[in-house]
Each structure stands twice: as C-alpha cells, then as structure tokens.
C-alpha cells in the first residue's frame, strides 16, 4: 500500500531525552493498485463502442497509465488482439468489424 509517513529523531541517554530532529516526509513504494470501478459499455453507433470507467479506491501511487487489451473475432473469422494505453478513464473505438464477441480487460501501471 502507498502511504505517506513522518519521522523524526531524538537521543536517549542516561540524563534524559535529547532535542528532536526535523521531520523527515516520506512515501512508501507504490504498489499494483486495485481494479477500475463501474466499467459502463456505450454502443454510440453500430460499429462503435466508448468504455469508461472510474479509476480505483486503493491507486497505491500515481497512475501513469491504463491498458486496455481487446479480443474479438472479425469477419473473416480470425481473433484479434489489441492493445490500448490511456491517461484518461475512457476510450472509444470506432469501426469495429466484430463478427462474434468482443472481450475487453484493464490493466493499469503507475
């Protein structure tokens, strides 16, 4: 988990307790954050499709990025592999020439 800390020191001897130092602010190394949340699929026209999503409660750092990966069959019958890197919480794809299904899956970096 990515979290926020502060610490500070001071030096025990038999007299007593020493000054404190300054604060030292840190963060903990971000870890893989949680799933997108509320994942809404829009048929806008017949052959296109906007995905948009809320990003997760638990980011565990900056989000650099996310990916979307796309499956389908197309009409000669082949299966189809794309890959989408996005900022934003949403994507469009236009066009699509889908023939059975479409699978689309997250994936996101920070």
Same mark, same amino acid.
């Given at each position: 988990m990515f979290s926020l800390f502060q610490v500070c020191l001071s030096v025990v001897t038999s007299a007593?307790?020493?000054?404190?130092? $300054?604060?030292?602010?840190? &963060? &903990?190394?971000?870890? =893989?954050? *949680?799933?997108?949340? @509320?994942?809404?699929?829009?048929? &806008?026209? $017949?052959r296109d499709?906007?995905?948009?999503? @809320?990003?997760?409660?638990?980011? @565990?750092?900056?989000? $650099? $990025?996310?990916?979307? =990966?796309t499956k389908y069959t197309n009409y000669r @019958? *082949? &299966?189809?592999? *794309? *890959?989408?890197?996005t900022t934003e919480p949403t994507l469009s794809f236009e066009n699509l020439q889908v023939l059975k299904y479409i699978n689309f899956s997250f994936k996101h970096f920070i």
């Amino acid at each position: 988990m990515f979290s926020l800390f502060q610490v500070c020191l001071s030096v025990v001897t038999s007299a007593g307790i020493g000054a404190m130092s $300054s604060y030292l602010i840190n &963060t &903990t190394l971000p870890d =893989r954050p *949680e799933i997108p949340e @509320n994942l809404e699929v829009v048929l &806008t026209k $017949s052959r296109d499709v906007k995905l948009s999503w @809320n990003p997760p409660k638990k980011k @565990n750092g900056p989000l $650099s $990025s996310y990916l979307v =990966r796309t499956k389908y069959t197309n009409y000669r @019958n *082949e &299966t189809v592999t *794309e *890959e989408n890197f996005t900022t934003e919480p949403t994507l469009s794809f236009e066009n699509l020439q889908v023939l059975k299904y479409i699978n689309f899956s997250f994936k996101h970096f920070i």
